[in-house]
């Protein structure tokens, strides 16, 4: 998958430290599982699907064993590695894989799976959770909302600045799906910049075709939580789907 690549530099510091707080993240998701889990915290097994650059990973290894994560993208996985034990990282696609076991959480963390663009490849996700999860146990994602995205490609542009490097993002509506266009004015010398450009595809949903899904594909839908305010509404932009496979 040919995203995040020139992106990755900047991408933990502007993602997760700035527009997200690891910290009551890494809280908000350790709260889920304690209310869910009915067994010994070291004996839950976790997949963390899209595990990015291990972020969340490498704090909740702190916090559980037997965690095993997985992504598309080599480069991410080439980072996870400064953080997370290699044997237990795979590169595969979350759409389609084979693990040949199960699992008592299945994470799919920071609106990751609003990166796999069709509907088909939603479901596909959906299916492959099923299959690797245990019986009565919990797939834990969220999504940014079409709500969400329709704002974004209003009226925003994000800047972030790196010594003297910057960095500009803008999302824009295609025709089917939405993209971020990520701009690098990386300082070449005294008198250039040098402009890096690369874009990353997302896609969304609505809450209810998403709801209906996963009860078809055999989960119980426990919460959907506004990750920002509790209560999902019309305007939720971030939501958090909690569903127990039966
Ligand atoms: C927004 S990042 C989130 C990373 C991480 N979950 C976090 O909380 O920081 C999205 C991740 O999804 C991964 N990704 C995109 N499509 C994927 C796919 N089909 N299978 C597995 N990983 C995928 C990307 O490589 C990227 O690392």
Redesign the pocket.
């Known amino acids: ?1 040919d ?2 690549n020139i992106f990755l530099e900047y991408y933990d510091k502007i ?2 430290w700035i527009n997200s707080p690891l910290e009551d993240e890494v809280e908000f998701l350790n709260e889920l599982i304690e209310m869910h889990k009915w067994k010994d915290k070291s004996k839950i097994t976790v997949l963390e ?4 650059t291990s ?2 990973a490498k704090e909740f290894k702190k916090l559980w064993y037997n965690i095993t994560w ?4 080599p480069k ?1 996985i080439e980072k996870a590695k400064e953080n997370l034990d290699e044997k237990d990282l795979i590169l595969w ?3 389609n894989f084979d693990l040949k076991k199960t699992f008592d959480v299945i994470l799919c ?4 799976i609003c ?2 663009l069709t509907w088909q490849d939603w479901q596909k996700f959906f299916q492959m959770s099923y299959n690797h999860l245990e019986t009565w146990w919990i797939l834990i994602f969220d999504i940014n909302t079409l709500f969400e995205f329709e704002n974004i490609t209003r009226d925003f542009a994000q800047f972030y600045n790196f010594g003297e490097d910057t960095v500009c993002l803008e999302m824009f509506k295609k025709t089917w799906y939405y993209e971020w266009l990520i701009k690098i004015f990386k300082k070449a010398n005294d008198w250039r910049y040098d402009l890096i450009q690369e874009t990353v595809k997302e896609n969304s949903f609505p809450i209810e075709m998403i709801k209906k899904e996963l009860k078809n594909k055999g989960f119980k839908v426990l919460e959907m939580i506004d990750f920002h305010f509790g209560n999902v509404n019309e305007q939720s932009e971030r939501v958090y789907f909690v569903c127990k496979k039966r």
Do not use: E, K, P
Not at 49 to 52: K, M, N
Not at 70 to 73: A, G, S
Not at 109 to 112: G, T
């Open positions: 998958m995203t995040y993602v997760r699907t899209a595990c990015g972020t969340v997985l992504d598309i993208n991410m696609d979350m759409t963390n920071y609106n990751s990166h796999l």
